[in-house]
């Protein structure tokens, strides 16, 4: 008997590795994404800032319950009856929804936010921590 070797490339997968790739693949959170955050610490205030580029701010929710601070952003696209037939399609219905867990050292009453150029600005200030006065006491 004559073992005949068989030799693939490298570089290029077999059939079946590609097809259980695709069969095993967690397509569950293609619609959704978890955008980047930087939070800065300042004297007076930290800023928490989200690159959402594409994201109209109208599109967008925050929301403060307790010490819970909640972004969310929901776009639907509306269903349509066309007949492009498409080959690949990658534009589709997308959400995300951060949420920060706020101190009590921050003045909640306080919250701006602004949304320029993709990057959503959410600035909480620090409530003012009042000096200790020093009190002289007589001595009777």
Known sequence: ????RVKHPAYVPSFFKAMDKFLNEDYSNLNSFTPSTNIIEKEASYTLQLSIPGISKEDIKIELDGD???IAYEKNEEKTDSNENYIKREFA???FKRSFTVNDGLNL????AN???????????KKQVKAK????????
Do not use: C, Y
């Open 109 to 112: 009453d306080d919250i701006r």
């Open 1 to 4: 008997m004559t073992n005949i």
């Open 115 to 125: 949304f320029e150029k993709g990057i959503l600005n959410i600035e909480i200030f």
């Open 68 to 70: 819970l601070l909640t």
């Open 133 to 140: 006065e020093v009190k002289t006491i007589s001595i009777n």
């Open 93 to 95: 219905t997308s959400s």
